[in-house]
């Protein structure tokens, strides 16, 4: 085990972070550093408003994105937890619709094609896995565009709306990032074996026993004045991203609880998550069940290298660089990272929100990752 040293920590985020904000590569984000359930580090750098001078508070609201889905993967397990799910449950077991699928594909014209019926059986873990087929790439997008976008929208409409869509290829064939729809499935079968909204059933569960306050698909009007404005970079300048008013996530109503992007949050409540997929917490599920989540759970022929999935997490293998192999976590479109490393018992959290540069791929979440670990002895 490696230990943080806290100084020299805080020299190398603020330098980098200097430099980010130098380059306008962000307008402002908020930063904390956990290890062996200690606070090594927390910081907040920029502005709230880009280019209004305003200070970045540590308790600014964010748009999650993506890294709503490490949460529903452990609403999920807790199912399982509670026997009402198992991981090899077909979806149409809960969602009848979905026992006869397609697979489809766009032709040269951008039109959608059936190519033939499913051979494999659509299940939970497959969605949690992004091995799944559903609302991935081109047809997924065109898919979920084709939706409209009406303030009635639900998980269930959107997931029973996608039952009777294609596949973009055969369950458990392939790898390939589903955004929205997924997870959206594993919470929709969360709220059926529950018989309870999703949105509350993460706050009975998760978000109360774990302090989680500030976490919610439908945020306060305290929790909207806090939102950090959305970043953008235009001609090397920050701007103001655009967004939909009263929009958490895209242009997607607030009534739909998305387990794959819906979720708000802060810096203080998604680390008491890290913490908890860390240490685990007996009252919430078995230890030895949410450690499912961090488990490399597909072959490695379908994802090889050194970055696979586990259940709504990628998990980190040999060779990956800046952190160990056995970590995992997410990031979010607009900038948001976090990881866990159970090795040298870290947990790390980055927060920001941008158009540019997000997304898992985002230079600054490779550059919080390299820091880190520089800052380890």
Known sequence: MKYLDAKKLSQVITRRVEADLA???????VLRVMQEGKLVYQASFGEKTPGAGDP?????????????????????????AEGKLHLFDPISDFIPA????????????GEVEIVGKAQNT?????????????????LG??????LGRDYGMTLQSVTDAFAGLPLAFEPYTQSAYSPLLGLDIAARLVEITSGMAFGDYLKQYLFDPLGMCDTTFSPTPDQWTRLAVMHNRVDGKNVEGETIPGRVFSDLPTTYQSGGA??????ADYSKFAEFLLWGKEDIMPTHVLRNMSRVSIPEILMPGAEQW??????????????????FGWSGAYGTHFWV??????????LKNSLYDGGSGAVTARHFEEDVAEAMI
């Open 23 to 29: 380059d306008h590569r962000v307008g402002g984000c």
């Open 56 to 80: 970045l508070p540590l308790d600014a609201t964010w748009r999650l994105a993506s890294m709503t889905k490490p949460v529903t993967a452990a609403a999920a397990l807790r199912q399982v």
């Open 98 to 109: 979905y026992k006869e699928m397609t697979i489809g594909r766009l032709n040269e014209k």
């Open 122 to 138: 659509l299940r939970l873990i497959h969605v949690l896995t992004h091995t799944s087929g559903v609302g991935t790439g081109e």
């Open 141 to 146: 997008t065109l898919q979920l565009n084709s």
């Open 262 to 267: 819906g979720l708000m949050s802060t810096l």
């Open 310 to 327: 586990g259940l709504g997490v990628r998990v980190i293998g040999e060779n990956y660089g800046p952190l160990p192999a056995g970590a």
């Open 341 to 350: 490393d159970p090795e040298n018992k870290i947990t790390a959290v980055y």
